[in-house]
């Protein structure tokens, strides 16, 4: 459906800064989608939130740092898969905010 809606659209998957369980067969997916002649839907996998070294949030969602540091690695991979370009400043402003 995304597909249909969208013709020409890069289509990225991201999954698993939750949970890692479904993805081998998300990937798996993806991969068929590939097959089938559609080069332009990719599958990312996220590493999942440390609850250790990054915390957790009140009802256990990711905190803020897990969400910067995801998007960061989101942003990468867009850019490499677009063509698009990471703005370096916003970049740098993000990745201050995990020092502090």
Partial sequence: LVRKKN??????????MLEQSRG?????AVEK???AGDEKVFYLSLREA???????????????RTNIDRSM?????IAAK???SVNEA???????????
């Fill in 7 to 16: 013709p020409e659209a890069v289509i990225i998957w991201a999954y698993g």
């Fill in 24 to 28: 081998p067969a998300i990937q798996k």
């Fill in 33 to 35: 989608r590939n097959e």
């Fill in 50 to 64: 440390d609850r250790t070294t990054e915390g957790i949030g009140t009802h256990l969602p990711p905190t803020i």
């Fill in 73 to 77: 690695v989101m942003a990468e991979f």
């Fill in 82 to 84: 677009t063509g698009w």
């Fill in 90 to 100: 916003v970049a740098n402003y993000y990745k201050s905010l995990l020092t502090k």
